[in-house]
C-alpha cells in the first residue's frame, strides 16, 4: 500500500488530512479484511492513505509499543539534535524488528511528501498532526493523552525532519528512484477516481525493492519476511508494502 502510487502521494493536496468518501473506506477495509484480491492501483489516493491510517490505529499498543511510550515523549526533553537522535535510535532498538523495517518505509514516505509540501500543502508540522494518532498513542487513552498532544506532535515532526539521520539515508531508496522533472512534458494531470493528481514519470530502476506483506489481527504486526516469538498467529491480510 505505501509503495502504490508513491509518485501521486507528494502531489496529492492535504494527503492524510483531508477526508475521502467514508463508504469507499469501508469497501476497501472489507475487501482486505477478507482476503479478496484488491487492485490498489484503481482506488483513490486518499482512501489508500485513509486505510493505512486505520491500520496503525489498530495495532495493538502502537507501532511505538506503548511499553515505551513515555520514553518516546522524553525524547523531545533530550538536550540538542544530536541527543534526540541518539535517543531515538536507542528506543527503536527495543522494538520488534518487524515495527522498525515498517517505521523505515512510513518515515521514507512522509520525508517524500514533506519535501513537496509546496504542491501538497503537508509540511512535517501538518504531517505530525495528521498521523500522530494513529502511530503514537496508548491503548483505552481518554482525556488523559490531551495534555502529551503538543509533545507527540513535536516528536513525530522531529522524526520526519530527521529520519535520514534516525533511520539512514538508504531509506530514500527503499522504493527505488523517481525523477521529478521542471519540464511539464514530464508531468501530466489526470483524474484517477474523480482525485486531480499529478503523474510522475519514474526512471528504470535496476533492481525491485524487497516487497513485504503485512498481516493484523487484533492490531497485532506482523510480516512475512519473519517469524517473532512476541506476535502470535494472523487471519486478516492488509497489504501495505
Known amino acids: 500500500m505505501l509503495k502504490l502510487k508513491l509518485q501521486y502521494w507528494p502531489f496529492t493536496e ?76 536507542r528506543l527503536l532498538d527495543q522494538l520488534p524488528r518487524a515495527n522498525v523495517v515498517f517505521l523505515r518505509y512510513l518515515f521514507a514516505v512522509l520525508r517524500n511528501i514533506e519535501q513537496h509540501s509546496s504542491s501538497n500543502q503537508m509540511t512535517a508540522y501538518n504531517l505530525s498532526v495528521c498521523i500522530t494518532p494513529s502511530i503514537l498513542h496508548l491503548p483505552n487513552s481518554g482525556s488523559s ?7 507527540k506532535i513535536s516528536f513525530i515532526q522531529f522524526l520526519i525532519e530527521n529520519c535520514l539521520k534516525i533511520f539512514g539515508e538508504d531509506i530514500t531508496c527503499l522504493f527505488g528512484e523517481m525523477s521529478v522533472s521542471s519540464d511539464n512534458s514530464d508531468i501530466t494531470d489526470i483524474t484517477d477516481n474523480s482525485e ?38 494472523s487471519t486478516d491480510l492488509s497489504t501495505v508494502f
Open 14 to 89: 492535504g494527503i492524510f488530512r483531508k477526508s475521502p468518501s467514508i463508504k469507499s473506506c469501508r469497501a476497501l477495509k472489507k475487501k482486505l479484511n477478507c482476503g479478496d484480491t484488491v487492485n490498489l492501483n484503481e482506488e483513490p489516493i486518499l482512501v489508500i492513505a485513509s486505510v493505512l491510517k486505520d491500520f496503525l490505529r489498530n495495532i495493538q499498543g502502537s507501532i511505538f509499543s506503548a511499553s515505551l511510550y513515555d520514553k518516546w515523549l522524553d525524547v523531545i526533553d533530550q538536550g540538542n539534535e544530536d541527543d534526540k537522535i541518539k535517543a531515538t535510535q
Open 145 to 151: 493523552e490531551l495534555g502529551n498532544f503538543t509533545k
Open 196 to 233: 486531480k493528481v499529478a503523474v510522475i514519470k519514474e526512471q528504470s530502476l535496476e533492481s525491485e525493492p524487497v516487497r513485504m506483506t503485512m498481516f493484523y489481527k487484533k492490531g497485532q504486526l506482523q510480516y512475512d519476511a519473519m517469524t517473532s516469538s512476541r506476535m502470535g498467529p
